[in-house]
Protein backbone atom coordinates (compact mmCIF):
# COMPACT_ATOMS: atom_id res chain seq x y z
CA UNK A 1 0.00 0.00 0.00
CA UNK A 2 1.02 3.40 -0.79
CA UNK A 3 1.17 6.35 2.21
CA UNK A 4 0.91 8.83 -0.52
CA UNK A 5 -0.06 9.48 -4.19
CA UNK A 6 2.86 9.12 -6.64
CA UNK A 7 1.44 12.66 -8.47
CA UNK A 8 3.09 16.01 -7.32
CA UNK A 9 4.96 19.15 -8.79
CA UNK A 10 8.39 18.88 -9.28
CA UNK A 11 10.30 20.33 -6.10
CA UNK A 12 13.71 21.61 -5.30
CA UNK A 13 15.72 18.80 -2.96
CA UNK A 14 15.98 20.71 0.43
CA UNK A 15 19.94 21.18 1.27
CA UNK A 16 22.55 20.33 2.75
CA UNK A 17 22.26 16.97 1.32
CA UNK A 18 24.32 14.43 2.50
CA UNK A 19 25.53 11.70 0.40
CA UNK A 20 26.24 8.68 2.32
CA UNK A 21 28.70 6.24 0.28
CA UNK A 22 29.93 8.99 -2.48
CA UNK A 23 32.94 6.54 -2.90
CA UNK A 24 30.66 3.62 -4.74
CA UNK A 25 29.95 3.31 -8.03
CA UNK A 26 25.99 4.86 -7.45
CA UNK A 27 26.97 7.74 -4.87
CA UNK A 28 29.60 8.44 -7.31
CA UNK A 29 27.08 8.98 -9.99
CA UNK A 30 24.61 10.82 -7.45
CA UNK A 31 27.01 13.50 -6.66
CA UNK A 32 28.14 14.20 -10.72
CA UNK A 33 23.93 14.57 -11.18
CA UNK A 34 23.39 16.84 -8.18
CA UNK A 35 26.65 19.35 -8.93
CA UNK A 36 25.26 18.67 -12.86
CA UNK A 37 22.16 20.11 -12.02
CA UNK A 38 23.43 23.31 -9.91
CA UNK A 39 23.22 21.37 -6.14
CA UNK A 40 25.69 22.98 -4.16
CA UNK A 41 26.00 21.90 -0.18
CA UNK A 42 26.66 18.29 -0.62
CA UNK A 43 28.11 16.52 2.44
CA UNK A 44 30.00 13.25 1.71
CA UNK A 45 32.25 11.54 4.12
CA UNK A 46 35.26 8.51 3.23
CA UNK A 47 34.36 5.20 5.63
CA UNK A 48 37.87 6.37 7.27
CA UNK A 49 36.43 9.99 8.29
CA UNK A 50 33.05 8.46 9.22
CA UNK A 51 32.13 4.82 9.77
CA UNK A 52 28.49 4.63 9.00
CA UNK A 53 28.61 0.63 11.15
CA UNK A 54 29.56 3.03 14.35
CA UNK A 55 25.63 4.39 15.31
CA UNK A 56 27.54 7.03 17.64
CA UNK A 57 29.63 8.17 15.04
CA UNK A 58 26.68 8.22 12.76
CA UNK A 59 24.85 10.22 15.15
CA UNK A 60 27.05 12.98 16.24
CA UNK A 61 27.84 13.69 12.56
CA UNK A 62 23.75 14.58 11.79
CA UNK A 63 24.11 16.48 14.90
CA UNK A 64 26.76 18.22 13.91
CA UNK A 65 26.70 18.85 10.41
CA UNK A 66 22.25 18.71 10.18
CA UNK A 67 21.83 18.16 6.71
CA UNK A 68 18.01 18.14 5.29
CA UNK A 69 18.28 15.06 2.60
CA UNK A 70 20.15 12.13 2.97
CA UNK A 71 20.36 9.79 -0.23
CA UNK A 72 21.26 6.67 1.14
CA UNK A 73 23.80 4.66 -1.38
CA UNK A 74 26.53 3.41 1.44
CA UNK A 75 26.12 -0.51 1.49
CA UNK A 76 28.38 -3.56 1.54
CA UNK A 77 27.73 -5.04 -2.48
CA UNK A 78 28.84 -7.44 -4.48
CA UNK A 79 27.73 -9.79 -7.15
CA UNK A 80 26.46 -13.63 -6.67
CA UNK A 81 29.47 -15.58 -5.60
CA UNK A 82 30.25 -13.13 -2.62
CA UNK A 83 26.55 -12.81 -1.67
CA UNK A 84 26.56 -16.56 -1.16
CA UNK A 85 30.18 -16.97 0.31
CA UNK A 86 29.30 -13.70 2.97
CA UNK A 87 25.78 -13.72 4.16
CA UNK A 88 26.87 -12.85 7.61
CA UNK A 89 28.80 -9.91 6.64
CA UNK A 90 26.15 -8.98 3.59
CA UNK A 91 23.51 -8.84 6.09
CA UNK A 92 25.19 -7.40 9.24
CA UNK A 93 26.71 -4.26 7.27
CA UNK A 94 23.73 -3.63 5.18
CA UNK A 95 21.11 -3.74 8.52
CA UNK A 96 23.76 -1.37 10.62
CA UNK A 97 23.97 1.46 7.87
CA UNK A 98 20.61 1.23 7.38
CA UNK A 99 19.37 1.64 10.74
CA UNK A 100 22.37 4.29 12.07
CA UNK A 101 21.71 6.51 8.91
CA UNK A 102 18.04 6.54 9.07
CA UNK A 103 17.33 6.52 13.03
CA UNK A 104 20.44 9.34 12.85
CA UNK A 105 18.36 11.62 10.12
CA UNK A 106 15.18 10.80 12.03
CA UNK A 107 16.53 12.22 15.05
CA UNK A 108 18.11 15.12 13.77
CA UNK A 109 15.28 17.04 11.58
CA UNK A 110 16.19 15.46 7.70
CA UNK A 111 13.22 16.18 5.79
CA UNK A 112 14.09 13.69 3.44
CA UNK A 113 15.39 10.26 2.96
CA UNK A 114 16.22 8.49 0.02
CA UNK A 115 17.04 4.95 0.45
CA UNK A 116 18.51 2.56 -2.23
CA UNK A 117 17.31 -1.02 -2.43
CA UNK A 118 17.53 -3.92 -5.02
CA UNK A 119 15.47 -5.43 -6.87
CA UNK A 120 16.43 -8.89 -5.16
CA UNK A 121 14.13 -8.30 -2.49
CA UNK A 122 11.32 -9.74 -4.87
CA UNK A 123 10.65 -13.35 -4.63
CA UNK A 124 12.17 -15.47 -6.48
CA UNK A 125 9.06 -16.78 -8.12
CA UNK A 126 7.38 -13.45 -8.32
CA UNK A 127 5.35 -12.88 -11.84
CA UNK A 128 7.46 -11.22 -14.12
CA UNK A 129 8.31 -8.02 -14.67
CA UNK A 130 8.42 -7.74 -11.04
CA UNK A 131 6.06 -5.25 -9.31
CA UNK A 132 6.36 -3.03 -6.32
CA UNK A 133 3.51 -4.84 -4.57
CA UNK A 134 5.27 -8.36 -4.95
CA UNK A 135 7.23 -7.75 -2.30
CA UNK A 136 6.58 -10.50 0.83
CA UNK A 137 4.68 -12.61 -1.21
CA UNK A 138 7.14 -15.22 -1.50
CA UNK A 139 10.39 -16.56 -0.44
CA UNK A 140 13.50 -14.88 -2.02
CA UNK A 141 16.34 -15.97 -4.03
CA UNK A 142 18.59 -18.44 -1.88
CA UNK A 143 21.97 -16.53 -3.00
CA UNK A 144 20.78 -13.18 -2.31
CA UNK A 145 18.39 -13.87 0.97
CA UNK A 146 20.45 -12.20 3.25
CA UNK A 147 21.36 -9.00 1.36
CA UNK A 148 17.91 -8.52 0.48
CA UNK A 149 16.12 -9.08 3.74
CA UNK A 150 18.56 -6.11 5.18
CA UNK A 151 17.11 -3.86 2.33
CA UNK A 152 13.97 -5.18 2.89
CA UNK A 153 14.25 -4.19 6.73
CA UNK A 154 15.22 -0.79 5.68
CA UNK A 155 12.65 0.05 2.76
CA UNK A 156 10.31 -0.40 5.58
CA UNK A 157 11.71 1.11 7.96
CA UNK A 158 11.77 4.06 5.57
CA UNK A 159 7.66 3.01 5.26
CA UNK A 160 7.40 3.42 9.06
CA UNK A 161 8.91 6.62 9.67
CA UNK A 162 6.73 8.17 7.00
CA UNK A 163 3.22 6.85 8.29
CA UNK A 164 4.69 7.24 12.13
CA UNK A 165 6.25 10.51 11.92
CA UNK A 166 5.46 12.21 8.69
CA UNK A 167 8.52 12.49 7.33
CA UNK A 168 9.17 11.81 3.33
CA UNK A 169 11.38 8.65 3.61
CA UNK A 170 11.23 6.49 0.67
CA UNK A 171 12.80 3.87 -1.35
CA UNK A 172 14.04 2.92 -4.62
CA UNK A 173 14.74 -0.63 -5.99
CA UNK A 174 16.96 -0.12 -9.10
CA UNK A 175 17.50 -3.33 -11.05
CA UNK A 176 21.46 -4.75 -11.67
CA UNK A 177 23.33 -1.88 -12.21
CA UNK A 178 26.82 -1.31 -13.95
CA UNK A 179 28.65 1.90 -15.26
CA UNK A 180 32.08 4.03 -14.35
CA UNK A 181 33.60 3.37 -10.85
CA UNK A 182 32.36 -0.29 -11.08
CA UNK A 183 34.15 -3.23 -8.69
CA UNK A 184 35.98 -4.95 -11.37
CA UNK A 185 36.99 -7.68 -8.82
CA UNK A 186 37.56 -11.14 -11.19
CA UNK A 187 35.43 -13.26 -7.90
CA UNK A 188 33.53 -10.94 -6.04
CA UNK A 189 31.78 -8.76 -8.41
CA UNK A 190 28.55 -8.30 -10.81
CA UNK A 191 28.48 -9.77 -14.04
CA UNK A 192 28.95 -7.12 -16.42
CA UNK A 193 32.68 -5.77 -14.65
CA UNK A 194 33.52 -9.46 -13.86
CA UNK A 195 33.37 -10.30 -17.31
CA UNK A 196 34.63 -7.29 -19.34
CA UNK A 197 37.86 -8.24 -17.33
CA UNK A 198 37.69 -11.45 -17.90
CA UNK A 199 37.11 -10.61 -21.93
CA UNK A 200 39.89 -8.41 -22.11
CA UNK A 201 42.13 -10.79 -20.40
CA UNK A 202 41.46 -13.11 -22.86
CA UNK A 203 42.64 -10.77 -25.60
CA UNK A 204 45.33 -9.43 -24.34
CA UNK A 205 46.66 -13.43 -23.57
CA UNK A 206 45.10 -14.76 -26.78
CA UNK A 207 42.86 -16.79 -25.47
CA UNK A 208 40.87 -19.19 -27.48
CA UNK A 209 37.83 -19.63 -24.87
CA UNK A 210 36.29 -17.51 -22.11
CA UNK A 211 34.44 -19.33 -20.02
CA UNK A 212 30.79 -17.69 -18.18
CA UNK A 213 29.54 -18.48 -14.78
CA UNK A 214 26.01 -20.48 -15.04
CA UNK A 215 24.33 -22.04 -18.01
CA UNK A 216 23.99 -18.36 -19.42
CA UNK A 217 20.59 -18.93 -19.74
CA UNK A 218 19.12 -16.71 -16.74
CA UNK A 219 17.58 -13.35 -18.26
CA UNK A 220 18.55 -9.87 -16.16
CA UNK A 221 17.72 -6.51 -16.78
CA UNK A 222 20.91 -3.81 -16.86
CA UNK A 223 20.88 0.07 -16.28
CA UNK A 224 23.65 2.58 -16.07
CA UNK A 225 24.63 4.19 -12.98
CA UNK A 226 24.14 7.54 -14.45
CA UNK A 227 20.75 6.99 -15.68
CA UNK A 228 19.95 5.38 -12.02
CA UNK A 229 21.28 8.69 -10.35
CA UNK A 230 19.17 10.85 -12.59
CA UNK A 231 16.04 8.76 -11.63
CA UNK A 232 17.25 9.40 -8.01
CA UNK A 233 17.06 13.17 -8.13
CA UNK A 234 13.68 12.95 -10.63
CA UNK A 235 12.34 10.74 -7.34
CA UNK A 236 13.59 13.43 -4.98
CA UNK A 237 12.52 16.58 -6.65
CA UNK A 238 8.72 14.75 -6.87
CA UNK A 239 6.67 15.97 -4.22
CA UNK A 240 5.15 12.65 -2.70
CA UNK A 241 6.86 9.72 -4.52
CA UNK A 242 5.35 6.18 -3.63
CA UNK A 243 7.17 4.73 -0.72
CA UNK A 244 8.81 1.97 -3.25
CA UNK A 245 9.58 2.88 -6.94
CA UNK A 246 11.28 0.30 -9.45
CA UNK A 247 14.34 1.83 -11.67
CA UNK A 248 14.67 -0.33 -14.02
CA UNK A 249 14.95 -0.17 -18.18
CA UNK A 250 11.81 -2.91 -17.97
CA UNK A 251 14.13 -4.81 -20.64
CA UNK A 252 16.16 -8.23 -20.10
CA UNK A 253 18.51 -10.60 -22.21
CA UNK A 254 20.17 -13.58 -21.07
CA UNK A 255 23.13 -13.63 -19.66
CA UNK A 256 24.77 -15.47 -22.92
CA UNK A 257 23.66 -12.55 -24.95
CA UNK A 258 25.31 -10.18 -22.68
CA UNK A 259 28.51 -12.08 -22.66
CA UNK A 260 28.00 -11.82 -26.22
CA UNK A 261 27.87 -7.51 -26.30
CA UNK A 262 30.62 -7.50 -23.76
CA UNK A 263 33.08 -9.85 -25.98
CA UNK A 264 32.73 -7.44 -29.16
CA UNK A 265 32.77 -4.65 -26.91
CA UNK A 266 36.23 -5.56 -26.04
CA UNK A 267 37.07 -7.35 -29.36
CA UNK A 268 37.70 -10.67 -28.33
CA UNK A 269 36.83 -13.42 -31.04
CA UNK A 270 37.36 -16.87 -29.31
CA UNK A 271 34.46 -18.89 -27.96
CA UNK A 272 32.14 -18.32 -25.17
CA UNK A 273 31.83 -21.73 -22.60
CA UNK A 274 29.51 -21.93 -19.69
CA UNK A 275 30.27 -23.31 -16.46
CA UNK A 276 26.94 -25.19 -15.01
CA UNK A 277 29.00 -25.59 -11.71
CA UNK A 278 28.65 -21.76 -10.93
CA UNK A 279 25.40 -20.46 -9.92
CA UNK A 280 23.11 -19.44 -11.91
CA UNK A 281 21.28 -17.11 -9.57
CA UNK A 282 17.52 -16.59 -9.83
CA UNK A 283 16.03 -17.72 -13.69
CA UNK A 284 14.45 -14.15 -14.53
CA UNK A 285 14.80 -10.36 -12.99
CA UNK A 286 13.33 -7.33 -14.68
CA UNK A 287 11.37 -5.00 -13.39
CA UNK A 288 8.45 -3.46 -13.93
CA UNK A 289 8.92 0.60 -14.43
CA UNK A 290 5.16 1.68 -14.32
CA UNK A 291 5.26 3.77 -11.83
CA UNK A 292 8.85 5.80 -12.41
CA UNK A 293 7.35 5.95 -15.85
CA UNK A 294 4.00 7.05 -14.94
CA UNK A 295 6.39 10.19 -12.42
CA UNK A 296 7.97 11.19 -15.99
CA UNK A 297 11.55 9.16 -15.76
CA UNK A 298 12.84 7.38 -18.19
CA UNK A 299 16.74 5.96 -19.12
CA UNK A 300 18.83 7.52 -21.68
CA UNK A 301 21.76 5.02 -21.83
CA UNK A 302 21.56 2.06 -24.32
CA UNK A 303 22.97 -0.74 -23.25
CA UNK A 304 25.66 -1.15 -26.00
CA UNK A 305 26.62 2.60 -25.51
CA UNK A 306 26.99 1.99 -21.77
CA UNK A 307 28.57 -1.05 -21.85
CA UNK A 308 31.53 0.68 -24.27
CA UNK A 309 31.86 3.67 -21.16
CA UNK A 310 32.27 1.33 -18.59
CA UNK A 311 34.62 -0.65 -20.71
CA UNK A 312 36.84 2.59 -21.35
CA UNK A 313 36.41 3.28 -17.32
CA UNK A 314 37.99 -0.13 -16.77
CA UNK A 315 40.55 0.37 -19.07
CA UNK A 316 41.60 3.54 -17.06
CA UNK A 317 40.80 1.91 -13.62
CA UNK A 318 43.42 -0.41 -14.19
CA UNK A 319 45.97 1.54 -15.73
CA UNK A 320 45.71 -0.79 -19.50
P1 LIG B 1 22.65 -11.55 -9.55
O1 LIG B 1 21.65 -10.82 -10.38
O2 LIG B 1 22.52 -11.31 -8.09
O3 LIG B 1 22.66 -13.01 -9.89
O4 LIG B 1 24.05 -10.87 -9.92
P2 LIG B 1 25.37 -11.18 -10.76
O5 LIG B 1 25.67 -9.97 -11.57
O6 LIG B 1 26.45 -11.62 -9.83
O7 LIG B 1 25.06 -12.42 -11.73
C1 LIG B 1 24.14 -12.34 -12.79
C2 LIG B 1 24.18 -13.62 -13.62
O8 LIG B 1 25.39 -13.63 -14.40
C3 LIG B 1 24.17 -14.93 -12.83
O9 LIG B 1 23.34 -15.86 -13.52
C4 LIG B 1 25.63 -15.38 -12.90
O10 LIG B 1 25.78 -16.79 -12.80
C5 LIG B 1 26.01 -14.90 -14.31
N1 LIG B 1 27.45 -14.75 -14.53
C6 LIG B 1 28.15 -15.27 -15.59
N2 LIG B 1 29.45 -14.99 -15.49
C7 LIG B 1 29.61 -14.24 -14.36
C8 LIG B 1 30.74 -13.62 -13.74
O11 LIG B 1 31.87 -13.71 -14.19
N3 LIG B 1 30.51 -12.92 -12.60
C9 LIG B 1 29.25 -12.80 -12.05
N4 LIG B 1 29.09 -12.09 -10.92
N5 LIG B 1 28.17 -13.40 -12.61
C10 LIG B 1 28.34 -14.10 -13.75
Known sequence: MQSTPPQGPLVSIPTPIFVAGHRGMVGRAVVRALQARGYGNILTRSRESLDLLDAGAANDFFARHQPKTVILCAARVGGIHANRSFPTEFMRDNLL??????????KHGVTRLL??????????????????????????????????LAKIAALKLCTYVRRQYGLCYHSAMPTNLYGTGDNYHPEHSHVIPGLLRRFHEAKVSGADSVTIWG???????????????AALLHLLETESPPDVVNIGT????????????????????????????MPDG?????????????LGWSPRIPLKIGLKKTYADFLLESGR
Open 97 to 106: IALNVIEAAR
Open 115 to 148: NLGSSCIYPRDAPQPLREDALLTGPLEPTNEAYA
Open 215 to 229: TGTPRREFLHADDLA
Open 250 to 277: GKDIPIRELATLIAETVGFQGRILTNPH
Open 282 to 294: TPRKCLDTGKITA
